[in-house]
Nanobody, 131 residues
């Protein structure tokens, strides 16, 4: 069974930075993408950023592009999310996900393919940005 363990969340002031980490193990490699999603209270979970397993392509939601950077280590067992210029609206529980279909070229701003099934999730790490 896939295991994803997030770390690095916390509380920062607006304009600050945080780096999230996701340690991945027992991946099925059934699909090519891994990445980050977030869910604020009372809102639906949304995609933030994703990366292909070989690291050749990255995808970002429009709201974070230019501020957040997704990357992974050389062994491709840990995925990172460097978050800069944080805003109060970035406050949410951040979840790592793996083994899902990447977006296609016709889906700008998407983090996962439309209707992608995602069954591998971490437990989440809280990010709180105060103004």
């Amino acid at each position: 069974q896939v295991e994803l363990v997030e770390s690095g969340g916390g509380s920062v002031q607006s304009g600050g930075s945080l780096t999230l980490s996701c340690a991945m193990s027992r991946l099925t490699h059934s699909r090519d993408c891994r990445g980050w999603f977030r869910q604020a209270p009372g809102q639906e979970r949304e995609g933030v950023a994703s990366i292909t397993s070989d690291g050749s392509s990255t995808y970002y939601d429009y709201s974070v592009k230019g501020r957040f950077t997704i990357s992974q280590d050389g062994a491709k067992n840990t995925v990172y999310l460097q978050m800069n210029s944080l805003k109060p609206e970035d406050t949410a529980m951040y979840y790592c996900a793996a083994d899902f279909l990447c977006p296609t070229g016709s889906q700008p701003g998407a983090v996962a393919a439309t209707g992608a099934e995602i069954s591998a999730w971490g437990q989440g790490t809280q990010v709180t940005v105060s103004s």
